[in-house]
């Protein structure tokens, strides 16, 4: 490939949700174990493992960890950071305590065996070898978990639980122990599971609930993980909800809690608060790239948990879907009324007076405000079902307003503007151009440029479009 493809390869890769890129990688390294393709699969491998770990330098081939061939039937399902836990995931931060916990007291033994498998090398070793001390591990490392994490009285538990990890390890222990246990149930699941859900229609929904219909996936504790595989293939992720609602026969959430599948509901709920978070947190600090996109995921979910579950205003669901709504209104609300200050302080004419020597305008601060003058309009799209439909409305249509009599007024000042004063309003009516162009749209923007230009050359000004 030349730089250029791998830069767009990369490009792509990085802008795949986290679960995406975990399976990819599991993939790939599947494919490479079994010497298919390995040339691609290797290069597209390395590549994402970079993406993942933040870095360029050089990494060992995860098939040569020990640790990393014994949790990699955990990899979709493993989250960074510090944000609360749903059902169906595990913190990455986990995985190394327990693993040393296993190497010291867990499964000593099933270790050493692994790692004198993996010291043999191509040349005595095979790759079935190698799977075989796994597999062993895995049941060894399961089997441990579920002795030391089950719920039980006395001081030898606590003692032996502070030996592994803090609480939010101890929490995750069932979890691992769990999907260890069941990684061939896991892995057919995987294989049955389409590789996009584009419309999570009937027919989807039919293979799906077959594919779900295995008792050992069905357990309190694995299918939180199941449904998290079949989420993972959404394009629209809130839409898991419809298995709860075709396992229980009914949109009435009272009959859907009722039922194993209920977990899904509290699932879509929880990725959705955690997008709001993300969503604040990016106002909060200015960046508006994926605003739009996360605008729609939230009106798309919130809409469609309240029309397709018959969700009470003071049930648990209700009252978290209210209080998802009104934090991304009042995040929404808070930068819009801001925008029509910020606006109009850019636009604000002066007399020739009180503009000082050499005073200028930061093209910084003019392309954030037209990222929120655009913020704004998007918005505005999904004003309705995110409860904030009056005060967008209301700043969209000020701001229309205000901008397009700015314009015509700093170009008319344009013209008659002399000395010192000259070179500011120039880039006054320049910014005032660019919010034409976010909310009027390019024809408009060219005519109010062309008008600038024939205003610096003391032509007359061409008529107005309608």
Same mark, same amino acid.
Request: aromatic content about 2%.
């Given at each position: 490939m030349s730089q250029t493809s791998n830069e767009r390869l990369r490009d792509y890769l990085a802008q795949l949700p986290p679960q995406s890129q975990a399976l990819l990688m599991r993939e790939f390294e599947r494919a490479i174990e079994r010497g298919e393709d390995t040339t691609v699969a290797t290069f597209v491998l390395e590549m994402l493992r970079k993406i993942v770990r933040g870095t360029d330098e050089e990494v060992r081939p995860r098939t040569e960890d020990p640790a990393r061939l014994v949790f990699r039937p955990l990899e979709p399902f493993l989250v960074d950071g510090s944000l609360p836990m749903r059902p169906g995931q595990i913190r990455r931060a986990s995985l190394l305590p327990v693993w040393q916990w296993l190497v010291r007291d867990g499964a000593p033994e099933q270790v050493r065996a692994l790692e004198t498998a993996l010291s043999r090398g191509p040349e005595t070793g095979t790759n079935s070898d190698i799977e075989v001390a796994v597999r062993k591990l895995q049941l060894a490392a399961a089997d441990a978990i579920v002795k030391?994490?089950?719920?039980?009285?006395?001081?030898?538990?606590?003692?032996? &639980?502070? /030996?592994?990890?803090? @609480?939010?390890? =101890?929490?995750?222990?069932?979890?691992?122990?769990?999907?260890?246990q069941a990684r061939e149930a896991i892995d057919t699941l995987n294989s049955r599971l389409p590789s996009f859900l584009r419309v999570f229609a009937e027919s989807q929904l039919a293979s799906v609930s077959d594919a779900l219909n295995v008792p050992s996936l069905q357990t309190p504790q694995l299918l939180p993980f199941a449904l998290s595989m079949? &989420?993972? /293939?959404?394009?629209a @992720?809130?839409? =898991?909800?419809?298995?709860?609602?075709?396992?229980?026969?009914?949109?009435?959430?009272?009959?859907?809690?009722a039922t194993p599948f209920g977990v899904a509901v509290t699932i879509?709920?929880?990725?959705?608060s955690g997008l709001a978070a993300t969503l604040r947190a990016d106002i909060k600090r200015g960046h508006f790239e994926n605003v739009a996109e996360n605008l729609k995921i939230l009106h798309d979910g919130a809409r469609g948990l309240r029309t397709e579950l018959d969700l009470r205003n003071d049930s648990t669901w209700g009252r978290q879907l209210t209080s998802i709504r009104a934090d991304i209104s009042n995040a929404l609300q808070s930068e819009i009324d801001s925008v029509p200050g910020r606006v109009r302080r850019l636009l604000r004419q002066r007399a020739d007076k009180d503009i000082p020597a050499g005073a200028q305008l930061d093209t910084g601060e003019v392309e954030e405000t037209a990222a929120l003058i655009d913020f704004v309009?998007?918005?505005?799209?999904?004003?309705?079902?995110?409860?904030?439909?009056e005060v967008t409305l209301r700043t969209y249509s000020d701001l229309q307003h205000y901008v397009e009599q700015s314009t015509e007024s700093l170009v008319q000042s344009l013209r008659a503007s002399t000395g010192k004063g000259r070179a500011y309003r120039q880039m006054q009516v320049a910014a005032a151009i660019r919010f034409c162009e976010v909310l009027f749209g390019h024809d408009y923007a060219s005519l109010m440029n062309r008008a600038a230009e024939n205003a610096l050359t003391g032509e007359r000004k061409p008529s107005r479009a309608g």
């Open positions: 030391i994490a089950t719920p039980t009285r006395g001081d030898d538990l606590r003692r032996s &639980l502070a /030996r592994v990890g803090p @609480p939010n390890v =101890i929490e995750d222990m069932l979890p691992i122990g769990s999907v260890l079949v &989420l993972q /293939r959404l394009t @992720p809130w839409q =898991i909800i419809r298995l709860a609602i075709r396992m229980a026969a009914s949109d009435d959430e009272v009959r859907v809690a879509a709920l929880h990725d959705l309009a998007v918005c505005r799209t999904y004003a309705s079902e995110l409860a904030i439909n």
